[in-house]
């Protein structure tokens, strides 16, 4: 389910948050993913999450250290970030980031076949969050000169 969405100068937070099927029992999960709800590890199989541009160019997703990696490589192209999320064998909440702020309608999709869920899409319509984004008040501009003085940071 989608929670919530926020927007910025530089891009766009998604909030997302998915809840398996009640009737699986912790009992009868494998012992990794047991094992895995009690460490808090992302040991059990996450959900898959798309986004896709209106021309049907799809984003580049990145999860965690890719981001760091390989940002650079997909500067031409809308890039989600998944840095990870919360929860445990049959719920997660997770925030997205999507970098650069689109500038057309997105889907954005996800499933979660470790927990039986089906492939779901929605369309995030842009005109919103423009709206929102045209209103925001910069308190203090990021200046270049600044962060090669060292005053950035």
Do not use: C, K
């Amino acid at each position: 389910m989608l929670v919530e969405m926020r927007a910025y100068t530089t891009g766009v937070e998604i909030e997302l948050a998915l809840h398996g099927r009640a009737d699986r029992a912790t009992s009868f999960l494998p012992t990794d993913q047991r094992l895995a709800d009690r460490l808090h590890v992302p040991v059990a199989p996450t959900p898959d999450i798309s986004l896709t541009a209106a021309d049907g160019t799809p984003s580049v997703v990145l999860q965690g250290r890719e981001l760091f990696d390989q940002l650079d490589d997909f500067a031409d192209r809308p890039t989600l970030f998944v840095p990870g999320g919360e929860g445990n064998g049959d719920h997660m909440t997770s925030r997205l980031w999507l970098y650069p702020f689109p500038a057309t309608t997105l889907e954005l999709g996800v499933a979660w076949p470790a927990q039986d869920i089906a492939p779901a899409t929605t369309t995030l319509t842009i005109d919103d969050l423009q709206r929102t984004r045209d209103q925001i008040i910069e308190l203090w501009p990021w200046r270049a000169e600044d962060e090669l003085r060292g005053l950035g940071s």
